[in-house]
């Protein structure tokens, strides 16, 4: 069966918290888990909202970064901050989650993501390991960081020497490069044939059309999960009511998949 994780980039100071709100009502009306990478910034400014917004046990928190810089070279939004700068982010986005939510933080997804993770990164990889982080989800990006991302599995760094952390990536376009709100290299030739549509959507149904492919193509590949790389600010700003979100909660319910958040997919990926 293909579990849905479910999951929200939470990093614009000015619309996150009016979109997780309507998002984590949403979610507790459909009953459906869901994990919110939050930058540590915004918990610095907001932490009590944010905890009443996602203190529920149906939601999974963890950390998006303090505030939200490239962690590895990318060619689309440049350097990588220096090593000490990103012991400095990690650390102290995974502080604030724990401060705020008073539960241990063990997920990190960086800032836009790469092309197959932190692969051929053992020096930024140890700063993970070294504060306790034991999954991450950075791989969101197709070739030479282009999107949309192609379906992958979840794999351990085990070729860099770190077999016990967990990359769980994201799958297909990022929602507001898709919405045309952030611009950005797209793949061509597409990574499946249904990826790149004739235009940019102008309605909550032709999103719907398009994301919702990715969910069904998911079951077809076969793929043990399937997590569309989602922000609850350009969700609101495209719709308010988040209606995209609750078609893609609907259908893959419609479609027999099983909801987790990513922290429980970890722990039955380990055993932990």
Known sequence: MTRYLAAYDVENAELCLPATRVLAELHRRLEIPATFFIVGKLLEQHGPEYRKALGDPLFDVQTHTHSHPMLKDSRSHGPAVSLEEMDHEVRRGKELVEEVFERECIGLRPGCGFTDGWQGTPERLEIIR???????????????DTIPNPMKQAYTYAGDGYPNIWEIPGHGWHDNVFKSLTPHPTQFPPVYDFALPPAFPTTVVQVFAQEGRWLEHAIELGLDFVSLVQHPWSNYRYDQGMATIELLLVRARQLGMRFMTYLDYYRELTGA
């Open 130 to 144: 070294r504060h306790g982080l034991r999954f991450v989800s950075a791989d969101l990006r197709g070739p030479v």
